[in-house]
């Protein structure tokens, strides 16, 4: 029975190390231009320092105990180190996190080479590392974004994860014989969580590329539409967004039973002026007038736009005749 289980966890962490590999392999014909190559390589490393970790540690009790023991484990935490790293960075590039993390695994390194001297005590020390790694990653997760659920969901399968490998250590306690092929409940239910979180692992960074590209993308676009709907000398609206506007008031303003004014504004003897002290000159004093009348036009119901050339018209809206001509001769005044 005891073969029939060592046999399992064999297969399992076999499983494991196949499963790194998959990972690896789907990566890598994924690429987004929105993710940064860093990043990118970032996770593939750590992929395949775990795929090479379990390759090691599958071999316990065939290969010197430098390579499945000590080796094994180190590239196991330095994988799992850059795969946390990489989660908590999708948004930006962050050397803060490269820093934490790599002081955290140097500690955990350190700690499991000085102190991990028996199976057992492999099996704890090792588990305790996982906790910090995963840990401050949940944690991270858990307070970071609160729109996106995926972060959250991730947050919370590494928290549980944290949970069985604590259970895991505390167990070497219970059970001073337990190694790494032992077979028994808390070593089934650790080694079921690390199976279920390498898939969820690739696939939920996946889907924080996906997030992040489709966030830069709306951004894009968002900014590509402000940009079609405004005048790049001025920076006021354009016509065609003045055009929209005006549709947009008379239909809400007919509506609601409200007055609606209308001014169109042209600079007097523009041409004149142009021609004497040239185009840059003339390129000022538009940006100064309407500069001017974005300033007196403020109100929440305003909209004020370069309309073509020298004209500029602006929506009064909920503005009566007499309001208008005030609009109107505090503009004249402002750029007299």
């Not at 005590?121 to 995926?150: D, N």
Request: glycine share 10%.
């Amino acid at each position: 029975m005891a073969t029939l289980l060592n046999l399992e966890i064999r297969t399992i962490v076999f499983l494991l190390f196949l499963g790194n590999l998959t990972t690896i392999a789907i990566l890598a014909a994924y690429r987004s231009n929105f993710v940064s190559r860093r990043l990118y390589w970032q996770f593939l490393t750590g992929k395949l320092l775990q795929a090479a970790a379990w390759l090691l540690l599958g071999e316990r009790g065939f290969i010197p105990d430098l390579l499945s023991v000590y080796a094994g484990n180190s590239l196991l935490l330095a994988g799992f180190a850059l795969e946390a790293v990489a989660m908590l960075t999708v948004e930006a590039p962050s050397r803060r996190w490269e820093l934490v993390y790599s002081g955290l695994t140097a500690g955990c390194l350190i700690g499991f080479w000085g102190f991990a001297v028996t199976p057992s005590l492999y099996v704890r020390v090792a588990s305790l590392g996982t906790v910090v790694i995963y840990g401050l990653a949940a944690l991270v997760l858990l307070r970071g974004r609160r729109e996106s659920r995926l972060r959250l969901l991730l947050g919370v399968l590494y928290g549980l994860f944290r949970v069985i490998l604590l259970g895991r250590a505390l167990a070497t306690w219970v059970e001073p014989d337990l190694t790494l092929l032992s077979g028994n409940p808390i070593q089934s239910l650790t080694f079921s969580a690390t199976y279920l979180l390498m898939f969820v692992g690739g696939l939920g960074f996946l889907l924080l590329l996906r997030e992040h590209s489709d966030r830069q993308l709306m951004r894009a676009n968002h900014e590509l539409d402000v940009l079609s709907h405004m005048d790049s000398l001025t920076t006021l609206a354009n016509r065609r967004a003045f055009d929209k506007a005006l549709t947009r008031a008379v239909r809400e303003n007919r509506r609601r039973g409200a007055p609606l004014a209308l001014l169109m504004i042209d600079i007097d003897h523009f041409k004149n002026y142009n021609d004497l002290y040239g185009h840059g000159q003339g390129d000022e004093c538009l940006i100064a007038v309407g500069r001017q009348i974005g300033d007196l036009c403020h109100r929440p119901n305003d909209f004020a736009a370069r309309y073509g050339g020298e004209e500029f018209g602006v929506i009064l809206g909920e503005t009566d005749l007499a309001g208008a001509l005030t609009v109107a001769e505090n503009i004249r005044r402002s750029v007299y």
